[in-house]
Every structure is written in C-alpha cells, then in structure tokens.
C-alpha cells in the first residue's frame, strides 16, 4: 500500500527554521574562510577548519530541522541515532575537503571543479544517509529523475559556495551569497524529498526500532545550533571577519612607510637648502 507522505506537517515553520540555518552556516562558513585569506600570520588551517564545521553544520541542521515535519499517514516515523550522527560527521568532513582545496589551491586550474563536485556529492550523500536513518513499517523508494536533479543542485551550490569563499570578500556581499547558498541548500533537500515515495507493509504495530523525531532530533540539533551561535559570536567581536578589513600590522606598515618616505623627503629638502646657501666667511 502506497503510504501518504506529507512533508510540511507544521506548515511554514520548519521550512522558514531550516532555511534559516542554512543561512546562519553559509554566512559564518563564508567569513572565517575570508579571514583566513588575506592574513599570513593568521592560522589558516584553523580559520579554514571551522568555516568548513559551520557549512557542514548549517546543512545538517537545515535538513534535520527540515525532517521534522516529514510524516507518513499511515505509520509512525523513527530515526536510528548512530545514522542520523554519521551524516553530521560526512557533511562537515566533505565540506571541509573542498574548502581546503580552493583555500590552498585557489579556484583556478580545475580546482574549484574538484572541490565543488566533491562538496556536492558529499551533500548529497549526507542528505540521503539522513534519510536512510528513517525507521518506519514500510520500504522508502525514489525517483531516480528526481535524486539525480537533487545531486545536480547540491554540486552547483557547492561550487558556488565555494566560489564566494575565496572570492567574495565585502561583508553586504557574503550576507547576499549565503541568502543565495540558503535558497540553494534548501532547494537541493525538497527536490530530493519530491522524488520520495513510501510503500507501507501491510502488518500493523511494526517493530522498528528507533527514536521519534522530536526525542531525537530536537535534542541532536541542540550542539550544532549551538556551535552555529557561538561561531556567530566570534564573528561579531571579530571586525576582520565582519568588515573584511585589512590586517591591523598592514594598517601599520603602511603608515609607518609613509612617514619614512615623509621624513626622507624633509632631509632631502633640507640639505638642497644647506646647498643653495653657502656658509659666509668673514
């Protein structure tokens, strides 16, 4: 028997909550890996590890909370815990392979092809181990038309985010790239969950095992939106990560160059002066 899926049973709310996050993810993402550019004394692996957390992060998130209100009519919906957990770890290290490679590499030479098809199968897969993670009295089947749309998606955000990474660098204009990774992000989930049909067993009372989603979900999402708010924080206090500004030792130097070159050119013009007025002899 074909089961009744619905994905919004809460209306708007997830939807909007999820949305949310994914922009919170790819807006702190976006910041730490551009303070990790411009200045050499910064700990780049550091700056770039923790952007790649916060995307990894913010895309779980988004399709957890997103999750929340998939519901099956005819059979309840339960999640295996050690899944739902492997699919945090896949998203933040997939992430983190691509925005090491354009953060070492650039997004010239065919690295940002490799980084973003790389990233975006990851997404992918995170999204699809995530629903591999449901337990309930019934076979999860998918559209393959839909499934290769979804990874399409996945690999073009991926690409792009990281392409406004390494590129991207004025605070106005990272906020815009991550509204745009959202809608993306966002995007890529729902394509998937179209292509998502449910056959229900015909057996009442079911014995899979698992959590419900409110038992399990609200309390695993509680770290990473956690984390996303404590990132967010740095970023706040941070005026390098939130302007982009230049590295206060540049400011210096410039400044301290520029009054070198100031005082050379007053002994230059003094001693033209000295020239031009020779000492009188009694």
């Given amino acids: 028997m074909e089961g009744t899926v619905d994905g919004f049973r809460y209306g708007a709310v997830t939807q909007v909550a999820a949305y949310l996050m994914a922009c919170l993810g790819g807006a702190l993402g976006l910041r730490c890996i551009v303070r990790s550019l411009p200045n050499a004394r910064s700990w780049k692996p550091g700056w770039l590890a923790l952007g790649a957390t916060c995307i990894g992060c913010g895309i779980w998130t988004m399709h957890f909370i997103a999750m929340i209100g998939f519901h099956v009519q005819e059979t309840r919906v339960r999640y295996d815990a050690a899944t739902t957990v492997l699919s945090l770890v896949v998203a933040v290290a997939v992430v983190g392979i691509g925005v090491f490679i354009v953060g070492y590499r650039g997004t010239g030479g065919g690295a940002l092809a490799v980084a973003g098809g790389v990233t975006g199968l990851g997404v992918a897969a995170m999204h699809y181990l995530g629903m591999a993670a449901l337990r309930l009295n019934g076979d999860v089947a ?73 038992s399990l979900l609200l309390p695993m999402l509680l770290g990473p939106v956690v984390f996303l708010l404590l990132a967010g924080v740095a970023v706040m206090f941070d005026p390098l990560l939130v302007l982009g500004e230049r590295p206060p030792v540049a400011q210096r130097g410039s400044s301290t160059e520029g009054r070198a070159a100031t005082n050379s050119g007053g002994k230059q013009h003094t001693s033209r002066h000295e020239k031009k007025s020779p000492v009188r002899r009694r």
């Fill in 142 to 214: 998918y559209d393959p038309v839909g499934v290769v749309l979804s990874v399409l998606i996945a690999i073009a955000a991926a690409t792009a985010a990281l392409w406004s990474a390494v590129t991207i660098r004025g605070f106005l204009t990272s906020l815009g790239a991550s509204l745009v990774m959202g809608v993306a992000v966002s995007g890529m989930h729902y394509t998937g969950m179209a292509a998502v049909s449910v056959h229900v067993h015909d057996t009442t009372g079911g014995t899979w095992a698992g959590d419900s989603p409110m």
